[in-house]
C-alpha cells in the first residue's frame, strides 16, 4: 500500500516529463547540447534566462536525456541517436506528432466527456497520409533491425523471394532485412496517396494501390508483413481470407498490432496511448484473440503469439503459415 500510495501522489510526474521532452524538441535543444557546454552556452543559445535554464537542463538529466559532468551538459546516447534534427533515426517530429494525436481534448475531459462522439479518420485526406509518412520513416527505419532479427529466425527466410508490406506506408520497414536477402521483391499495398508518396522513398518497390478491404492482394508471396496497419479494415476476416489466398503453401503471415484484453483495460501502455485518440472518434485496436480467430478460420496454422516490445512498443507479434 505504501508503494501504491507513493505513486498515487506522484502520478502527474509523467506528464512534467512530457513537457519537459516536448520543450526540448520544440526549441532543438538536443542539436545544442551535441558537446559539452554549459548552462549559459544554453541560455545564451536558446535565449532563455540561465538560472531557470540550468534548473531545466537538471531535470532532463534526471529523466535520462542528458548526461551532466562538471557542470555542463552533453546528449545521452538516446538522445544523440533519436533527438538530434537533421539525421536519418531523428524522432522528433513523431514524437511531437503523437503527442497532439495523443493529448488532442484532453486537457478539459469533463467538458470532453459531455461531447458527442469525434469524428472517425478521414482515410481520403491525403494531408493525414503526407503528415504520416514524414513521421513513419525514421520510426520504421529506427525499427527495422529488430523486424530483421525476427524474421531472419522463420524457417526458410534464406530462401524467400517474395515478400507483400500490407499497408506498410514508406515501406522501410523491411529495410534491413532486404539488404540481408538479395534478390527479394517486395510488393507494397496501400491506399494511392500513400503509395504515391512512398514510391519517393522505395522506387524499387513494386506497388498495388487501392484498399486492401477491396482488391486482392497478388501473389504468391513467402511472407505477407502487416504492421499496425490493419486497423480500418472493412472485415478482418476477409483479410484473414485473402492473405490465405495470396500466399504460397508454407508461407507466412507476421501480424504486428496491440492486442487489448481483461475486457480491453489492458496492457496499460496501450490503453493509455489510446484513449485519446478513441475518444476523438478512432477507437480501432483489435482486442486479443481478434485477428488470431480471423486467421484460423481463413485456414491458417498458428505458429505463436509473442507480446513484444521491441518495434515501437507493446504489441502482440502473431505468426502464422499456409498448410
Not at 529466425?153 to 507483400?164: C, H, M, Q
Not at 508471396?221 to 486497423?231: G, T, V
Request: glycine share 8%; charged share 25%; proline share 2%.
Amino acid at each position: 500500500m505504501a508503494d501504491a500510495y507513493s505513486n498515487l501522489i506522484n502520478e502527474m510526474n509523467g506528464c512534467i516529463r512530457w513537457l519537459l521532452l516536448e520543450a526540448a524538441v520544440r526549441m532543438k535543444l538536443f542539436d545544442v547540447t551535441e558537446k559539452w557546454v554549459t548552462d549559459e552556452d544554453i541560455s545564451h543559445c536558446l535565449g532563455t534566462n540561465i538560472s531557470k535554464t540550468a534548473l531545466y537542463l537538471d531535470a532532463l538529466v534526471s529523466c535520462g536525456y542528458l548526461r551532466k559532468l562538471c557542470g555542463q551538459y552533453r546528449n545521452s546516447d538516446l538522445s544523440e541517436k533519436y533527438l538530434k534534427s537533421g539525421q536519418e533515426l531523428y524522432q522528433g517530429s513523431l514524437l511531437l506528432s503523437l503527442g497532439d494525436r495523443r493529448l488532442k481534448n484532453l486537457d478539459n475531459i469533463p467538458l470532453f466527456l459531455k461531447e458527442n462522439g469525434g469524428k472517425k479518420l478521414n482515410l481520403a485526406d491525403e494531408n493525414i497520409w503526407k503528415n504520416s509518412i514524414d513521421t513513419l520513416i525514421p520510426f520504421q527505419r529506427a525499427v527495422s533491425e529488430n523486424v530483421a532479427d525476427i524474421l531472419d529466425s522463420l524457417n526458410g527466410a534464406e530462401s524467400f523471394r517474395d515478400v507483400l508490406d500490407l499497408g506498410g506506408g514508406p515501406c522501410l520497414i523491411l529495410e534491413e532485412f532486404l539488404k540481408r536477402h538479395e534478390g527479394i521483391r517486395l510488393t507494397l499495398l496501400d491506399l494511392p496517396p500513400v503509395a504515391d508518396l512512398a514510391e519517393g522513398f522505395s522506387p524499387a518497390c513494386k506497388y498495388i494501390k487501392g484498399s486492401y478491404s477491396h482488391i486482392d492482394f497478388g501473389g504468391e508471396y513467402d511472407l505477407i508483413w502487416a504492421s499496425r496497419s490493419l486497423y480500418y479494415a472493412d472485415d478482418i476476416n476477409n483479410i484473414a481470407s485473402k492473405a490465405f489466398s495470396a500466399l504460397k503453401k508454407g508461407g507466412y503471415f507476421i501480424s504486428l498490432h496491440e492486442g487489448l484484453y481483461n475486457e480491453r483495460t489492458e496492457p496499460y501502455e496501450v490503453v493509455l496511448g489510446r484513449v485519446g485518440v478513441a475518444m476523438n472518434g478512432s477507437d480501432v485496436s483489435f482486442s486479443r484473440g481478434e485477428i488470431e480467430n480471423a486467421l484460423t478460420g481463413a485456414g491458417f496454422k498458428l505458429l505463436s503469439v509473442q507480446t513484444v516490445t521491441s518495434i515501437g512498443g507493446v504489441a502482440d507479434m502473431i505468426t502464422a503459415v499456409k498448410i
